[in-house]
């Protein structure tokens, strides 16, 4: 098997430092389309984690009644709304975003399954795909051949299932996996104690992160810095593992103060800058 570790010195080979003279119109634009009715915090953590790892501009798409939740709860995020109240109906926007991650707290509203697909036809940009995007798709399997190469795609473990079916053990969940990503060449970040991510043959085990993670959100969050990742020009496979490993290491590094029960997914994005700073202050 080909397993790649991922500690500091791997990220550091695929690290970008910041451009002195970056402005915020070439560090990326990234678009998080998510939330419904009682589930809008899920896009306001992605997109607030987006901005804080590092893309120049965010907007998230929601439907109509995330509106003032988004704009009060996040004032640097743009907002896009849906024509329903509650539910995604219509994916359509006219800014051009570098990345779109898709999913956080969507739902399976069937009007929102038309708009997943439909959307999925037309999409050219680079894609983070989670959540209840990815159930959808389990739902409606002939969908994944919309996805264009590389595209990347997070469940946690009963995603994962739903979209590959069970496994009878850690060997077999990992060949499924694998055959899946080839299949459709998709990069496939199988969270869990630690996260792996699959790239075709290829698997990078991540060295980060901790069971203070298991808490309601964090996925979201993951959702939001891997999109920003993507936004500011990484390429799909390290921007999965360079995402994975910052959201891991906030955690290793608010552990101290929060132990593993009162971290929350809020936690994670206070703690990026810090999770940056290792790999700033690795090289001097
Ligand atoms: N504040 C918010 O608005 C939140 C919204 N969320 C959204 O709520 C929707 C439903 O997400 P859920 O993930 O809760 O629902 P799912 O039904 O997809 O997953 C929940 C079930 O999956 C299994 N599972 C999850 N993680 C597992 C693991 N590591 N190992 C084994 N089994 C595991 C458990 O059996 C659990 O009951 C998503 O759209 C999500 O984005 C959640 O992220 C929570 C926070
Ligand atoms: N025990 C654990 N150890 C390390 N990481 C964990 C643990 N439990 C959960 N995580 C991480 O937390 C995140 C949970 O994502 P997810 O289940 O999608 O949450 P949500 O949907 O609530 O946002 C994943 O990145 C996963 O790897
Ligand atoms: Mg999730």
Redesign the pocket.
Known sequence: MNTIFIDQKEILKRYKYIDKQTHKGIQGHALLI??SY?????VC?SSKAALKTGCGLVTAFVPKCGYEIVQISIPEVMVLTDVQEKFISNITFEIVPQAIGI?????QERYTQKALHDFLKINTAPLVM???AL?ILSLNKSWLSLLAPKTIITP????LERLIGTWKSEEEKFEKTKLFSKQYNLIVVM???PTHTIDGETIYENSTGNAAL?T??S??VLTGMITSLLAQSYEPVNAAILGVYLHGLTADIALPETGYQSFI?SNVIENIGKAYLTLQNAQK
């Open positions: 998510g939330g009682g589930k809008i915090g899920s953590l999913g956080p707290g969507i739902g989670d959540a209840d159930n946690h473990p009963k995603e969270k869990g104690a298991a309601a959100g996925g979201d997914a």
